[in-house]
Nanobody, 123 residues
Framework: QVQLQESGPGLVKPSRTLSLTCTVS??????????WGWIRQPPGKGLEWIGY???????HYSPSLKSRTSISWDTSRSHFTLQLSSVTPEDTALYYC???????????????WGQGTQVTVSP
């Protein structure tokens, strides 16, 4: 079973860049048939897909966030990171990393999830 764990700062100041890391369980580090995604849930709202990265490094982002989003692997491919630039209080949310066997943009199609990490954007 795929295990994922998010990490990163819980508080980010407006206009700064939010950076989160997702650690993938060792058994799946070389799995080349998964898509590794980031999903968030703002307070009182539904799940919002942010983007994914494939094992090959190919990425795909939500059109509404594309100009501010970057997802990448670290050199060892044991972690993948989310960077969201120019954040505002509207980016406050519970952020999840997740995995799916297909390149889904629907959060409901992701099979494996981390426990989530709260990020608050505030001065």
């Amino acid at each position: 079973q795929v295990q994922l764990q998010e990490s990163g700062p819980g508080l980010v100041k407006p206009s700064r860049t939010l950076s989160l890391t997702c650690t993938v369980s060792r058994a799946f580090l070389t799995a080349n048939d998964y898509y590794w995604g980031w999903i968030r849930q703002p307070p009182g709202k539904g799940l919002e897909w942010i983007g994914y990265i494939a094992y090959t490094g190919t990425t795909h982002y939500s059109p509404s966030l594309k100009s501010r989003t970057s997802i990448s692997w670290d050199t060892s491919r044991s972690h993948f990171t989310l960077q969201l630039s120019s954040v505002t209080p509207e980016d406050t949310a519970l952020y999840y990393c997740a995995a799916a066997r297909r390149p889904f943009t629907d959060p409901g199609q992701y099979t494996y999830w981390g426990q989530g990490t709260q990020v608050t954007v505030s001065p």
